[in-house]
Each structure stands twice: as C-alpha cells, then as structure tokens.
C-alpha cells in the first residue's frame, strides 16, 4: 500500500511489533512516521498527510485519548483511520476513544490475524 502510516507508542519495542505485525498481515506503506506520546505524534500531523493511524491510549506527556481530542480540534487527518492499540483493562478508555473518533481497536498482545479483522477492512473503506 502506498502512502504513510503513523504509529504512536511510548514503547519503541511496541511500535516495532505494530510495524512488523502490520507487514505481516500485507498493510505496508512507503512511509513511516513513530512518535513516543501523544504530542510528537500531534507535531508530525501538522507536517505530514498520513493514510493509518495506530495509537497506544496510555503514553506520558500527551495520551492517546488527548491526541484524539486535538486532531478533531484541529481537524488533522481527516477520514484517516485511527485504531486505538490497548492494553486488556482499558476497556473504558476504548469506548472513550471510539466517542473521541477512533475507528477501531486492538487489545495487546495482537496477532497477524487481529490485524486482517479490525485494520484491513478500514483501509479499503
């Protein structure tokens, strides 16, 4: 798949398992941009059009549920998908984020196969 994806993860391990997993299921990009919180991830929106967003919810400086907040308020990325990456007890904060604009999510530890589900079809809709 041509185009960028940004995925946002205090971990750089965790962001490395997203990319990997995400080639593994066929979502590659030309582009990738990795941010550690909420707020980098916010600076490289203002610079970057991006196709896929993946964000953990819990990140120091700025959560995701924050960055959720403030790209509606600034409306950044437009009709990008944004699948919430969480951990099993944040079950509330997915609901959260699915209200804030999310269009999906997937509890960690994922597989290839979680990505087929709940990622793919977002890319082609």
């Known amino acids: 798949m041509s185009g960028t994806v940004l995925v ?3 971990s750089v391990m965790m962001r490395k ?3 990997r997993t995400l080639k593994m299921a066929g979502v590659e990009f030309d582009n990738i941009l990795e941010a550690g919180d909420g707020q980098e991830a916010l600076g490289l929106l203002r610079e970057n059009v991006v196709n896929l ?3 953990d919810i ?3 400086v700025m959560s995701g549920l924050e960055l959720l907040q403030k790209i509606k308020e600034e409306k950044l990325a437009p009709g990008v998908p944004i699948v919430m990456v969480t951990t099993e007890g944040s079950e509330p904060q997915v609901r959260q984020a ?3 604009g999310a269009r999906g999510y997937i509890r960690k530890p994922f597989t290839v196969e979680h990505i087929e589900n709940n990622v793919k079809p977002l890319l082609v809709a």
């Open 8 to 10: 946002v993860d205090d």
């Open 17 to 19: 398992v997203v990319l």
């Open 53 to 55: 967003i993946m964000c």
């Open 58 to 60: 819990n990140m120091p």
């Open 98 to 100: 699915i209200l804030a």
